[in-house]
C-alpha cells in the first residue's frame, strides 16, 4: 500500500523545508461551502490539489472521549490521485481491526485502517464510492479503537455533489 494512503489531506495544511531547497509553509484556500462540505485549494511547487472535507453529524457512542473526525475527499492531479478518501477517526485504532465504510441505500466497502487514519481498503473503489455518495444520503462510518470501542459516524452526504464539482473545477486548471 502506498504510503500516500497514510498521509491526510489535512496534513497539506503545511509544507516542510526539504533537505535540498526550502519551502515556506502554505495554508489552504477556502474555496466554498456546500452545506457540511468546505471545498478547499492548495497551490505549491508540486502543483495544485483540492480536498472537500466535513465532520460527522453524529457519533456514538456519544461518551467516546475522540479528537477532531473528518472525512476528506482528495484530488491531486500532479501525483495522480482523484477521489482519493480518507477518514480521521480521532483516536488510534484496534491494530489490524479494519472497519466499514457504508453509504445507506447503497454500497458498503471496507476498510484499512492505521493510527488515527482509515481509508478504503480497495483504492480501485474510490471512484465508485464516491459516485455513490453523491446519490446517498449517509454514510456510515465503523471503526474499533486500540480500546475496543466500536464507533459509528454518521455523515450526512447533502452539498457533496456540489463540493465535488467545485474541486473538479479548480483541479482542472492545474
Excluded at 535540498?20 to 484556500?29: C, I, L, M, N, S
Aim: proline share 5%; charged share 25%; glycine share 10%.
Amino acid at each position: 500500500m502506498p504510503i500516500s494512503r497514510f498521509i491526510f489531506p489535512a496534513v497539506l495544511l503545511f509544507l516542510f523545508t526539504g533537505a535540498v531547497q526550502a519551502q515556506k509553509a502554505v495554508a489552504p484556500a477556502e474555496i466554498g461551502q456546500f452545506n457540511g462540505w468546505t471545498a478547499y485549494r492548495l497551490e505549491n511547487d508540486k502543483g495544485r490539489s483540492c480536498y472537500i472535507t466535513t465532520q460527522p453529524a453524529g457519533s456514538e457512542p456519544a461518551s467516546a472521549r475522540r479528537d477532531p473526525i473528518y472525512i476528506f475527499i482528495t484530488h491531486a492531479p500532479k501525483a495522480g490521485k482523484r477521489n482519493e478518501i480518507s477518514i480521521k477517526l480521532g483516536y488510534a485504532v484496534k491494530p489490524q481491526s479494519g472497519g466499514s465504510f457504508e453509504i445507506l441505500g447503497g454500497e458498503k466497502f471496507d476498510l484499512a485502517t492505521s493510527g488515527e487514519g482509515a481509508w478504503l481498503k480497495d483504492a480501485a473503489k474510490e471512484t465508485s464510492a464516491v459516485e455513490a455518495m453523491k446519490k446517498g444520503k449517509e454514510v456510515l462510518v465503523k471503526a474499533t479503537s486500540k480500546r475496543g470501542t466500536l464507533t459509528t459516524d454518521r455523515y450526512s452526504l447533502t452539498g457533496i455533489g456540489k463540493a465535488l464539482e467545485k474541486i473538479d473545477r479548480e483541479c482542472a486548471k492545474s
